[in-house]
């Protein structure tokens, strides 16, 4: 069985899965007084499917512990798994390899009749994720947050187990593109990855995985949008979508509570489930907007938005999400931000530092704002992929700018398989950092090959 083939059947098991981008939220998990979160971070147990590719499938790994499939390795996660070790073999591996861990379901979520969502920060490739055997997720794009309500896969107040396959192999169908190589070696034939990206391929579970709990009727997702009049009047523009279904004869209601950055309460404003919706406008009289650092004395200012979702029967669920109140517009000449001319001075960045590859790192991203405001920027892209959220929530709260760049890198080969993947991107990137006064551009694309005849179309 060549690696080709075996990496292109999970690439393409899953692309059919994905086609359409789902409807569903994508909110960062937020303790609150209805939702608890727990880290699954740590140490997982970890093999690479050698020497046969398929072995893991062949075997069922997801069926049992991995260590009782013969001998496993601890992977810290979050953490690329490239250059944890000293071998050679992990740091070059293409193709699969295997994750798993187990974990305690509380008996008192079940009591309390949470659901629970199990949700990865990101994955880079492909991966397929089982809870206790059973197969509950498969996400393809890496860089990006996936998740999955996973109560009914739960054993409650015992043991459960998750196992995740991670793919890394890149193919002229995926975002990014890449191809694979056979060639000779004195061990004899190996394949090989190629990619003509600048930075190195590095694979794994590469952010935070959270279990996290909501009542039965949830908030699904939040969508902000700002503005303000001359006379100081802060507009916050927001419509919230929720989950779950209400139960016929059952009332909703929705209260937004907007708290300054001293957790004062500005405004609250309650909505009910009407025609309308659950959107609205809440004005701030004075209000503080968002500026980029070194434009103003207080940059990244943010609001609180406390959404508190109350039905008849159930228990509330609350969600804060954090507002900044800016506006920003184009001339053919300018780039304003509240109206005033900005001068974006930054980078393009990496995620990458020794050990943990594209590993999320809190230590390493304190170190790399400091030096970002140290040297004077305000802004940067997020070449060449959506970084941690971890990471925008800092540029939210520094005041810096940020490009905010899809994972398509030197696209060379335009098909529309490969399109729909990168609007999968584009979509899933819109949806989980649409909210963030930072974002001031998205990036579709870095260096793609644009003098190719069919780049136009595919542009388009
Ligand atoms: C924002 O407010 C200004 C001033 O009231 C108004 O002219 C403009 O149309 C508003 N923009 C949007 C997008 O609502
Ligand atoms: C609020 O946002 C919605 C959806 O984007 C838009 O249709 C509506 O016009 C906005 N309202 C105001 C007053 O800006
Ligand atoms: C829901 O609201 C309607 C209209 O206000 C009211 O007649 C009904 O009693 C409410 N239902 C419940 C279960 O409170």
């Given amino acids: 069985m060549s690696a080709i083939m075996r990496s292109a059947s999970l690439v393409v098991c899953i692309s059919t899965l994905v086609t359409c981008v789902s409807t569903a939220g994508i909110l960062y998990p937020r303790e609150s007084e209805s939702r608890e979160v727990k880290s699954l971070d740590g ?86 994720v089982w809870v206790n055997t059973h197969l509950v997720l498969n996400h393809e794009i890496g860089h990006l947050p996936f998740q999955r309500d996973i109560t009914a896969n739960l054993k409650f107040g015992r043991l459960n187990r998750i196992t995740v396959a991670v793919d890394n192999v890149l193919l002229e169908t995926t975002v990014p593109q890449g191809s694979l190589q056979n060639i000779s070696t004195n061990d004899g034939p190996k394949t090989i990855q190629t990619y003509t990206f600048d930075f190195f391929n590095y694979a794994g579970i590469h952010r935070s995985v959270f279990l996290y709990t909501t009542p039965i009727l949830y908030i699904d997702d939040v969508d902000v949008t700002t503005n303000f ?40 404003t309650v909505i009910t489930n009407d025609e309308e919706g659950l959107s609205g406008i809440i004005k701030i009289e004075n209000a503080k907007l968002w500026w980029p650092y070194l434009m103003h004395e207080e940059p990244g200012y943010l609001y609180t938005l406390e959404i508190r979702l109350s039905t008849t029967w159930n228990v509330d669920d609350v969600y804060r999400l954090p507002v900044g109140i800016r506006t920003i517009k184009w001339t053919n000449t300018e780039f304003l931000i509240n109206n005033k001319p900005a001068y974006l001075r930054g980078f393009g960045r990496h995620e990458d530092s020794d050990i943990r590859g594209k590993g999320m790192d809190y230590a390493l991203v304190t170190r790399d704002y400091d030096l970002i405001k140290w040297v004077g920027a305000n802004s940067y892209r997020t070449s060449h992929y959506p970084y941690a959220e971890e990471i925008m929530d800092f540029a939210d709260r520094h005041g810096i700018m940020i490009v905010d760049e899809c994972p398509s890198v030197d696209t060379d080969h335009f098909s529309d398989k490969l399109l729909k993947k990168h609007i999968t991107s584009l979509a899933e990137l819109i949806k989980r950092d649409k909210n963030r006064p930072s974002v001031i551009m998205w990036s579709i694309a870095n260096e793609p090959r644009s003098d190719h005849k069919d780049a136009d179309s595919y542009f388009k």
């Avoid at 000293?86 to 591996?93: G, L, T």
Wanted: charged letters at 20%; glycine letters at 8%; hydrophobic letters at 35%.
């Fill in 43 to 128: 140490m997982w147990n970890f093999r690479l499917s050698l020497p046969d590719p398929l072995v893991g499938f062949k075997e069922r790994w997801y069926m049992k512990d991995l260590s009782k499939t013969g001998p496993v390795m601890q992977m810290p996660v979050p953490s690329s798994y490239n250059d944890v070790m000293v071998d050679k073999k992990i740091r070059d591996h293409v193709g699969l390899v295997w994750y798993d861990r187990s974990f305690f379901a509380p008996e008192s979520w079940r009591q309390q009749g949470y659901r629970v969502f199990l949700r990865f920060g990101s994955v880079n490739y492909a991966a397929q």
């Fill in 229 to 268: 009049t001359e006379d100081g009047v802060g507009i916050i523009n927001y419509s919230v979508k929720y989950g779950g279904s209400l139960n016929s004869g059952e009332n909703l209601s929705c209260s937004i509570t907007v708290l300054n950055n001293e957790n004062v309460r500005e405004k609250i």
